[in-house]
């Protein structure tokens, strides 16, 4: 039975419409800067899952819809986002290179999860579950891709966060900037985890708030204080 709960992925899709206009807008101020263009395609792919989500909810269970959901959601996650801040700490030959590795692992793990047949008596009119799919061991692709971005998504964020936390004061708010990010990260990891417990509305809730809060970041880490021209442009090279 629909609930409230159920069409908040509605209105994270519309949030992550903004966010990502406005991440990629960014980039093509400075098109050298992969570390964006990842960015918003993490905010894109993630607007993608939520979208899927409120469809579900408005149409009811589709098999297509079901299997574009599992790959953007479960298999992209916040991968893209983790590779932006590849980009960001890394040079461009090892994050090539970890790029590729990890569309790789994505493209043969997508295929599996197009190819299996579906349970149709685990479908729920109006929820998603990763418990519809036939070969349940596609499942275990998703937490791999999930301890990618909590090593460098989640954990480029609090390093951040500490060494800001140890500078000048006038860094603070990028100091709060990495801690909204990283907190905002953590938690569709928590939903996703109460999604394999069978309480997909966890997952909607914690979708719509982590995304405020990675916005929040990034807009902490981007604003204008008064900052000479140099000095902004630092703060968005930090990012």
Do not use: C
């Amino acid at each position: 039975m629909r609930s409230f709960v159920h069409f908040i992925p509605i209105l994270t899709f519309f949030v992550s419409v903004p966010f990502f206009v406005s991440l990629y807008r960014h980039w093509r101020r400075k098109p050298e800067a992969l570390y964006l263009a990842w960015w918003a395609i993490g905010v894109a792919t993630f607007g993608i899952g939520t979208f899927t989500e409120g469809a579900t909810t408005i149409l009811g269970w589709n098999p297509g819809i079901f299997k574009a959901w599992y790959i953007s959601g479960a298999l992209l996650g916040g991968a893209p986002l983790a590779q932006g801040t590849i980009y960001l700490f890394f040079s461009n030959r090892i994050a090539h290179r970890l790029t590729a590795v990890l569309l790789l692992y994505i493209t043969v793990a997508s295929v599996f999860v197009l190819l299996s047949p579906l349970d149709l008596s685990q479908v729920e009119s109006y929820r998603l579950s990763g418990s519809v799919l036939e070969w349940q061991w596609v499942r275990l692709f998703s937490p791999v891709v999930n301890l990618y971005a909590v090593v460098f998504l989640i954990g480029g964020a609090i390093w951040s966060a500490v060494k800001y936390a140890r500078s000048d004061r006038s860094l603070r708010d990028r100091m709060w900037g990495n801690i909204a990010i990283a907190v905002g990260a953590i938690l569709p990891g928590i939903g996703g985890t109460a999604t394999r417990a069978g309480y997909v509305e966890v997952l909607y809730v914690t979708e719509f708030v982590g995304l405020l809060l990675i916005w929040l970041g990034y807009n902490l880490m981007t604003r204008s204080t008064g900052r000479s021209i140099h000095e902004k442009q630092q703060a968005l090279t930090a990012f």
